[in-house]
């Protein structure tokens, strides 16, 4: 069942607010919002707090002043009430809660006693960095009275989602036809914590369905959590967004990905170092092929000249060259 075929798309933003924004996170949002906007379509904020040690809400806000600044906008979001809030996750633990029930009554679920030490255990094994070690289903095969004896004497354990033996499809517009195994894309993988929280497969999916959201535009580190969300959704019978787009990730000039400890790279920091909104636009326009001439562009300036069709399909290592043509007064990192 796919979302809005044929109707105004609906996409989204969707941050963690565990630190700050920096220009690779700009990329993506940028990508996300031209994408959704040069097809008229409807924007969704979602903060994803829903990790409770890693986010802090003073990230959140500091995220909503950075897209501002930088012209992306939405028209649902934590400061803008819509039909389909609340949009802040920790605020949604309820349909999280009815989901784990409705795939546990469906049998999709089982209860998984692996302590992180044996997960670490896995992870000298070969694995796509991406996704983490193959779960090899320790737990799928417990008999139900290991189950119920493990529980009844007290041992900690996660919920689990049970992946057919099965290929997997779908079409990404960017790196085209996925055909994937279950083990490319890590096997049973956890929905619930043994501490509670919710995973972010879980929670993303659901919001996804809940919210209408048919296109999905994000970095291409998530391209194997695709099939789990579908998956779930599948499992639940809950409509599904109907377009993915993952986008190739933005490297150092050394080839590592920008993350946060590329703390120069913080939105917060470039316009602290007098680096204006639209010169930020007008190098991630060069990188997504739509500004040749190297101006600085605002981001409504991007509607018109942007084609999925001139995006890299891989990733992007920031050259000394040219990022000096850009930001002379910022070292190239
Ligand atoms: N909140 C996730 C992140 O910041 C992105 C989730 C998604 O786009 O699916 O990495």
């Known amino acids: ?58 990230f959140s806000q500091q995220i909503i002043d950075d897209l501002q600044w930088l012209g992306v906008d939405w028209d649902e979001g934590p400061d803008q009430e819509g039909k389909n809030g609340p949009y802040v996750q920790s605020a949604r633990k309820t349909f999280y809660a009815e989901a784990i029930s409705r795939l546990q009554s469906g049998g999709d679920v089982y209860p998984c006693f692996c302590t992180r030490k044996d997960l670490k255990g896995l992870a000298s094994a070969p694995h796509n960095d991406d996704v983490g070690p193959v779960y090899p289903g320790t737990c799928r095969h417990l008999s139900e009275t290991d189950r119920e004896r493990r529980i009844a004497k007290g041992d900690r354990y996660s919920l689990r989602f049970r992946v057919q033996d099965a290929v997997f499809l779908f079409r990404d517009q960017i790196y085209g036809e996925q055909r994937l195994l279950p083990s490319d894309f890590g096997g049973d993988f956890a929905l619930l914590r043994s501490d509670g929280v919710v995973s972010y497969q879980l929670a993303v999916a659901i919001d996804d369905s809940l919210m209408g959201v048919s296109e999905v535009v994000r970095g291409r580190d998530l391209l194997f959590s695709t099939p789990r969300q579908l998956l779930l959704l599948r499992a639940l019978g809950m409509p599904e967004p109907s377009c993915f787009m993952h986008v190739p990730l933005l490297l150092d000039s050394s080839g590592e990905r920008l993350a946060k400890r590329h703390s120069s790279l913080s939105l917060v920091s470039l316009r602290t170092s007098g680096i204006r909104a639209d010169e930020v636009i007008g190098f991630l326009a060069f990188l997504a092929g739509c500004n040749p001439s190297c101006s600085p562009l605002f981001a409504r300036d991007l509607l018109r000249r942007f084609s999925r069709d001139s995006l890299p399909r891989r990733d992007c290592r920031l050259c000394p060259q040219i990022w000096s043509r850009f930001f002379p007064s910022v070292p190239c990192p």
Not at 22 to 45: D, E, K, T
Request: proline share 7%.
């Open 1 to 58: 069942m796919n979302l809005n075929v044929g109707s105004t798309p609906v996409g989204r933003l969707a941050p963690s607010p565990t630190g700050l924004l920096h220009l690779g996170n700009a990329w993506s949002f940028l990508l996300a919002w031209l994408s959704c906007r040069s097809q008229s379509g409807r924007l969704i904020l979602r903060i994803e707090d829903i990790d409770p040690v890693r986010s802090r809400a003073r």
